[in-house]
């Protein structure tokens, strides 16, 4: 059975138009999932700025299981100054020794201003030391205390940092006296 050069047209048309059908769910399908990984990464992002996470840890809370009735040495302390006009932070950093560990505690008056990613580094005269990482940020508001890990001499720097590892900046930093 032959074919007319109309109908061979109408095939062809007709193709054409379900491959486009078909492209265009595709694309749809890519558009929708770029959209909702890209609503992911804005709330991440985003959400910090609007939800406080308040943190009331005790100084007891690492003595009692630490030392028993050993007393801790308070060995410096410093106030939080902020980092910027958008990037604030205040209260107080202590460092302590309990026993033969070392503690960075946030007193009662900490805050800061929420983000992602954010973490607590030791420093030197202005600069924060990466390779001086305590731990992640439990909350920007309230009491936290910080064991400095084995291998990290914290009598080498006179600063606690609030770093953000997202966009390599910092929060603000406490120097330490």
């Known amino acids: 059975m032959a074919l007319s050069l109309q109908d061979t047209l109408a095939t062809r048309e007709f193709a054409g138009n379900n491959d486009i059908v078909k492209l265009t769910k595709i694309h749809v399908a890519i558009g929708l999932v770029a959209l909702v990984f890209a609503g992911v990464v804005a709330y991440w992002l985003i959400s910090p700025l609007f939800i406080d996470r308040e943190v009331q ?18 060995l410096s302390s410093g106030a939080f100054i902020d980092a910027d006009g958008f990037h604030k932070t205040s209260g107080t950093a202590t460092l302590l020794k309990i026993g033969e560990k070392y503690y960075v505690r946030f007193e009662e008056d900490f805050q800061t201003t929420n983000g992602p990613d954010l973490f607590v580094h030791l420093g030197k005269d202005g600069e924060y030391a990466a390779s001086a990482r305590l731990g992640g ?7 936290q205390n910080y064991e400095v890990p084995e291998g990290i001499d914290p009598l080498a720097y006179n600063e606690v940092w609030i770093w953000c590892r997202a966009f390599s900046v910092p929060f603000g930093h406490a120097v330490l006296q």
């Open 57 to 74: 840890e005790s100084i007891e809370d690492i003595a009692s299981v630490q030392s028993g009735e050993q007393a801790p040495e308070q």
């Open 137 to 143: 940020l439990r909350g920007n508001i309230g009491s």
